[in-house]
């Protein structure tokens, strides 16, 4: 309809339209407004089309208000003025007035709906995009390809994968399949919620396929862990687009391959059509810092520098990652003070703190760490793992008890670093109240990683009734190969082989495959408790039936089994046939069976094997030499033991230490620093007269030097565990477990010596040493003497 006036068919009332249709093709609101204004100044009367005109011109470039106030004194509206204004205030971000404005339209054709729809989704409103456009078809309004293209982009986003097959039928049934639009919406939505069977039939099926389809499913299958198939796809496509790049590098580097990510960066470099952008840039300078590949890091940052590149952001942050992680932090500064400090991310912060850690520089570290106003949970593991590296294991405790009160959930990677404190501590009463922090942070599930590593804590804390607690009360399905092979060493290391072995049998009825690790705790367990023939067995069953090629660990086990069991030759001859070379753990068993068995001529020639490998390597001369001592071979023990001290090698000192309390307590033989010492050395003088009048008979045998027997019998008095007992039995309550903890093998002397004591005090005394834990209890030991 037409409002006319005399001058309606005027050159005058053409011109101002013919202008107004110009300004609005190229958004020009000042011309715009200049003719709109000369319309109103000389009265015209213009089409409703003209008008429409003027108000698609406010609403596109902004100007609601001018676009209401035309829009208020139209005698007559058509579709077209209602849909304009209605895009003015959708497109423009005010949605509630676009909706009340909506529910006003006398009647809503499918430009009125698919404006609602393209609104709600711009502001991120997908449930409400989804539901309008379910009010659209119940009103029996067919939409356009462009209202199906995005209602499937909010369930995209959403990820309403039922309400998006549901659309898929709907444009089956309306002919749209065909339309490559809609089958690219459809190929994201089913892409984005990990619907690859059905993204790759969505792709299958597409009569036309633009280079937006191919990278929508390349993209699909990386982050679906389908590289080959990805990898197919890419090479199968007649062109390559930036996107296409960026989803193979980005991709590649995602998934930890980031050489693979390099290698597709340096080919996309060949072709001159194509120029890297900051998400080509900022992966492939991640893959930089991932592989710390300094050389090909630098060589982005030249061409970044020559090309001027924009370095604000994920670049910038990539560059200073590459640097700090590859131990160039002079470099990462340099990048900083060119860009300021104010730019980097909480990755390139991170990074920066890792630096400083792995150099040992902890103060600049920490002062980086406070300086982030936004902590993540990368960020705090960093600083965590960083404390745990360099040796300061109180700050890591005491930095992740402020994590769990002030910051974010700590993920198993913390966790298990935290646990690993706890484990090398040796502190049953931290172990405890982190794993109580860690129930309270994860609401109390926890996952595989971390069950495992808090069982694996109270193993080597000395309990492991808690550890097997810990086990039971993980629910069967949640069980994995890590969490089964952590109670089964766990066990063994304790001389519990027999429930080790058992629990091995259980895993294996569940289905749950045993890795290499699980074996060396199989074979542990026969160690422990000197079963030959069935850990032959069970070396046997590792090739053959789960095709596990042996590793240095489980020779090195196989030749402990052996030897123990005083079957050396049969180690030797292992050792000999062996299709890997044998290292220092592999040569150190069988010179400690030797030892044991008192072979002097098979000692000497593990012990030459040894410290050809490492020759500093204390343990195979004191073993040696001690092996010739207690031979007899008094001339031969000094001649080792001069060899020894030439070459410069220090005997590593025994130490043993026991918690009381929050403070840890450590001992080395004869010890005369503790400030108590005068009390503890009374102590152990009164037990060593009542265990010997109990019937113990003090092993003189096992003091390895031309001594009186007295002297002897005084040195094996004050041995390290002896006095960490002495000290634990002074300040504990009485029944009260003592856990001590030592750096080297229990003796002879202190094994028989710590039965009587477990007897007379009535105390379960439990004793790590450096191959296992013996659990003392009225007269006896868990490992049955055999160890």
Known sequence: MEFRNPEFFSSAVANYAGLLQASLKSNNLLCGKSVHAHIVKLALTFSAYAMNNVISLYAKTGSISDAHKVFDRMPVRTNCSWNGILSGYARNGAIEEARLLF??????????????????????????????????????????????????????????????????????????????????????MYAKGQDLVMAETVFSRMELRDISSWNTLITSLLQNKKVELAVELFHQMSQHDIITWNSMISGFNQLGHDNKALRFFSSMMKDPSLKPNRFTLGSALSACANTENLKYGKQIHGYIIRTKFDTSGAVGNALVSVYAKCGGLEAAHRVINLRGIDNLNDVAFTALLDGYMKLGNIAPARQIFNSLEEKDVVAWTAMIVGYIQNGVHNAALELFRKMVK????????????????????????????????????????????????????????????????????????????????????????????????????????????????????????????????????????????????????????????????????????????????????????????????????????????????????????????????????????????KLMKDNGVKKEQGSSWIQVGDSVHVFGADDVVHPRKLEIYEKMDGIWDEIKKMGFVPDTASVLHDLEVEVKDQILKYHSEKLAIAFGLICTKENMTLRVMKNLRICNDCHTAIKYISKLTRREIIVRDATRFHHFRDGSCSCKDYW
């Open 103 to 188: 529910d006003e339209i006398p009647e809503r054709d499918s430009v009125t709906w698919t404006t609602m729809i393209v609104g709600y989704n711009r502001m991120g409103s997908f449930a409400n995009a989804i539901e309008t456009f379910a009010e659209m078809v119940k009103d029996d309004v067919l939409p356009s390809q462009f209202t199906l293209t995005n209602v499937l982009a909010s369930c995209a986003a959403t990820g309403s994968l039922g309400i998006g097959k549901n659309i898929h039928s709907f444009v089956v049934k309306l002919g749209f399949s065909g339309c490559t639009p809609v089958a690219n919406s459809l190929l994201n």
């Open 406 to 641: 002030e910051g974010p959930t700590p993920n198993s990677h913390t966790l298990s670093a935290i646990l690993g404190v706890c484990s090398n501590m040796a502190s049953l009463n931290h172990g405890k109240q982190m794993h109580a922090s860690i129930l309270r942070s994860m609401n109390g599930r926890l996952s595989s990683s971390v069950a495992s590593a808090i069982i694996t804590m109270y193993s080597r804390s000395g309990s492991i009734a808690d550890a097997r607690k810990v086990f039971d009360l993980i629910r069967w399905w949640n069980k994995d190969t890590t969490t089964w092979t952590s109670i089964i060493i766990a066990l063994a290391q304790h001389g519990l082989g027999e429930d080790a072995l058992q629990l091995f049998d259980q895993m294996q009825a569940l289905s749950i495959n045993p890795d290499h690790i699980t074996y060396v705790g199989v074979l542990s367990a026969c160690i422990h408790i000197g079963h030959v023939e069935q850990g032959r067995g069970y070396f046997n069953l590792m090739q053959n039936v789960h095709n596990i090629e042996p590793t240095l660990s489980h020779y090195a086990c196989m030749v402990d089994l052996f030897g123990r069991a005083g079957l050396l030759q049969e180690a030797y001859n292992l050792i000999r046939n062996m299709p890997i070379e044998p290292d220092v753990i592999v040569w150190g068993s069988l010179l400690s069976a030797c030892k044991v068995h008192k072979n002097v001529e098979l000692a000497k020639e593990a012990a030459d094997k040894l410290l050809i490998l490492d020759p500093e390597n204390s343990g195979a001369y004191s073993s040696l030499a001690n092996l010739y001592s207690a031979s007899g071979k008094w001339e031969d023990a000094a001649k080792t033991r």
